[in-house]
């Protein structure tokens, strides 16, 4: 009879251990989609927005230059100054803003990977290990009242 008891025991601790490794899985597979979807959608939004902001920055850039053209009397003095105006620009970029974009990347991205209401592997197993606990718990409370 004891024997019976350990054999189910042991029958039940491996169907949650098998239930658990496949839940896991199942739980990676879909933190994998859900950080390849959201990497996607920020790649396309990217080429949209930035292929966009760059038509504007074209169309305003050659107004500009033939503004200024206008106040020089000649079309390449524009063309220079707005020329001039962006390695400027990027000269500062080079020097100050490596560290900012680099730090903006990191948070942007580090968000789409780790997002704080996905529970730890090992919180998980936690809350696994303690359900079984209680399950246990409850069988050795109905064998006790049983017997008495």
């Keep these: 009879m004891a024997f019976k008891g350990l054999k ?8 949650r251990i098998e239930d658990y490794s496949l839940s896991m899985a199942e739980y990676y ?53 707005i020329g001039v105006f ?20 990191l948070h942007k991205f580090s968000t789409l990977l780790y997002d704080e209401d996905d529970l730890e592997p090992k919180v998980l197993a936690e809350q696994e290990l303690k359900e079984y606990e209680e399950t246990l718990q409850e069988k050795a409370v109905r064998k006790s009242n049983i017997s008495k």
């Design 86 to 105: 962006y390695g400027i620009i990027l000269i500062f970029m080079f020097i100050f803003g490596r560290k900012i974009i680099e730090q903006k990347m």
């Design 29 to 81: 597979k879909l933190r994998l989609f859900k950080t390849t979807m959201k990497g996607a959608i920020s790649l396309v939004n990217l080429l949209v927005y930035g292929s966009l902001s760059l038509f504007v920055l074209l169309f305003i850039s050659l107004g500009a230059a033939f503004w200024l053209a206008t106040f020089f009397e000649n079309v390449y003095v524009g063309f220079l100054l």
């Design 8 to 15: 189910d025991s042991l029958h039940k601790v491996t169907d």
